[in-house]
Each structure stands twice: as structure tokens, then as C-alpha cells.
């Protein structure tokens, strides 16, 4: 039996308990080399613990997924935060769960507006990379270093997530 839970769309408020929404709706930008660019400045924290810990900056080439989704498993980082931005002006899924009893509680689902991305601290359990509607290309910085950085749970029983009312990708 799929326990059904709705994406809302992401913002910068609905999000602030699970991480960062890395955009540029965000009062910390000035103008750099000589007036010719904005610098949006700071929008995530990147964390990096653990033996021979460093910051990854790595390509991504994500493949769509079909709707509504099928929810089995997600997956966090201890030594690590995860940042996704994507390359292109698509929307992707965004699923994120906070701490349960024994494990991930109940997932929250959003949907990014086109361009922005979101930035997971350490020990937050999300779901894997889900582009919408076409394959989707993204920068992610994350932690490379000694160590396991992944843990993953699967649900005895499935979530199924559907896109909000309306929404077109």
C-alpha cells in the first residue's frame, strides 16, 4: 500500500528546515568586475568533516523520472552536505525527510522553479536526484575523502509522490 504525499512548490521558507535553496531571490548579491556581473553571494553552507576530507565539484547527467513516483528509499550524508544546481531552467523534485525514531521520518516533496537549486547539510535524509520531464544536467559540490559518506533506508512500505494540481514541467 503507497502512502501518497503532494509536492509543493520550493521556497526559500518551506525549505529552511531542511537546507538551503540556492537562486538569486536573495538580498545578498553586490556587483563585481567592474559592474559587468552580480555575485550572489554565500547562498549555501558547504560542510566537509571526516579523514581527508575536501569539497568535490562534480557533473551530473540526471535522467527523468515517471509520475507519480514510487518512493522506496532515501539516502543522507554524515561526513557531508550535497548541493544540486541545475545547468538548465528545469524544475526538478526535491524530497527531504527529517529524523524519525528509527530512521527517516515522513517525506516532504517540493518542486524547484526553474533554475534553482538546493544545498542538503550533513545527516539529511533526501531523495535521490529526480529531473521532471527530460533529462536534466547539474553541478553538484559534495564531500569527497576517507570513509563511507552514504547511508541508505529503505521503507517497508512505498511513498507515492505526485506533482502538485496543475503543475506542467
Not at 129 to 149: A, E, H, K
Request: glycine letters at 10%; aromatic letters at 10%; proline letters at 10%.
Amino acid at each position: 500500500m503507497s502512502r501518497i504525499i503532494e509536492a509543493r512548490l520550493l521556497t526559500r521558507e518551506n525549505f529552511a528546515p531542511f537546507g538551503d535553496v540556492i537562486d538569486t531571490e536573495c538580498d545578498n548579491h553586490y556587483p563585481i568586475n567592474n559592474g559587468k556581473c552580480e555575485r550572489f553571494h554565500d547562498l549555501a553552507k558547504v560542510e566537509a568533516a571526516g579523514p581527508n576530507a575536501r569539497v568535490l565539484i562534480s557533473l551530473f547527467k540526471g535522467t527523468p523520472y515517471d509520475f507519480p513516483l514510487q518512493l522506496t528509499m532515501v539516502e543522507r550524508h554524515p561526513f557531508g552536505s550535497q548541493a544540486f544546481v541545475p545547468l538548465s531552467p528545469r524544475p526538478f523534485l526535491v524530497v527531504v525527510c527529517p529524523d524519525g525514531d528509527d530512521g527517516p521520518g515522513e517525506p516532504h516533496a517540493f518542486v524547484t522553479a526553474p533554475g534553482q537549486g538546493v544545498n542538503y547539510p550533513r545527516n539529511l535524509w533526501h531523495g535521490v536526484l529526480t529531473p521532471i520531464g527530460q533529462n536534466q544536467d547539474f553541478v553538484v559540490v559534495d564531500r569527497g575523502g576517507d570513509g563511507s559518506n552514504l547511508e541508505e533506508f529503505h521503507f517497508s512500505h512505498p511513498y507515492e509522490i505526485h506533482l502538485p494540481k496543475g503543475f506542467q514541467a
